[in-house]
């Protein structure tokens, strides 16, 4: 991986993205792609970017049990355009959101992606993408159509799931 490791920053922090440190540097921004293969998640260029450009998805780590990391607000209004008939699905409508998550903790993992960059100004950011996908057994009962999302996180959070992500 030495020799494909970017080395031109962004010029600038796109929309979307958090700020994860601020006055980071190459090393850090490189020690999180080298932990991340060698953690065996999919470290590949953003579409569109350059191969020298400071920008890479990672992907392939997952959460087991995080059904507390639901979006139960954006399952809401998602639910209100399309109803979903499922005995958990109507619990949490009734205002239980307990049934839905024993499911997701169960039978579903939070399948996490990043997209990890470094800017000219030196900050290291992030964008961080969290959704519900069935475990391996495939044991899971909810409909395929119903999309599952991981809930807005603080900061620190984000850091520390990349951390671990990455094998840091």
């Known amino acids: 991986m030495t020799a494909s490791l970017p080395k031109k920053p962004l010029a600038a922090k796109p929309g979307g993205y958090l700020g994860l440190a601020n ?10 792609l080298r932990g991340a293969g060698a953690a065996g998640r999919t470290v590949g260029l ?12 990672i992907s392939g780590y997952t959460v087991p049990g995080a059904g507390f990391l639901l979006d139960s607000a ?9 109803f ?6 109507l619990a949490f409508l009734g205002g239980d959101p307990a049934p839905l998550r024993e499911e997701l903790n169960a039978h579903y993992a939070l399948h996490t992606d990043f997209v990890l960059a470094l800017t000219a100004g030196r900050e290291l950011i992030v ?15 909810l409909p395929p159509t119903l999309r599952l999302y ?16 990455c094998g840091l």
């Open 23 to 32: 006055y980071s540097s190459l090393g850090t921004f490189w020690r999180y």
């Open 46 to 57: 953003v579409r569109g970017d350059d191969p020298d450009t400071c920008r890479r998805r």
């Open 74 to 82: 954006r399952l809401q209004r998602e639910l209100e355009h399309d």
């Open 84 to 89: 979903v008939p499922h005995p958990a699905v």
């Open 127 to 141: 964008r961080p993408e969290f959704v519900f996908r069935p475990a391996a057994d495939g044991a899971g009962t």
């Open 150 to 165: 991981g809930r807005r996180m603080s900061r620190d959070e984000i850091g520390v799931l990349l951390s671990r992500a």
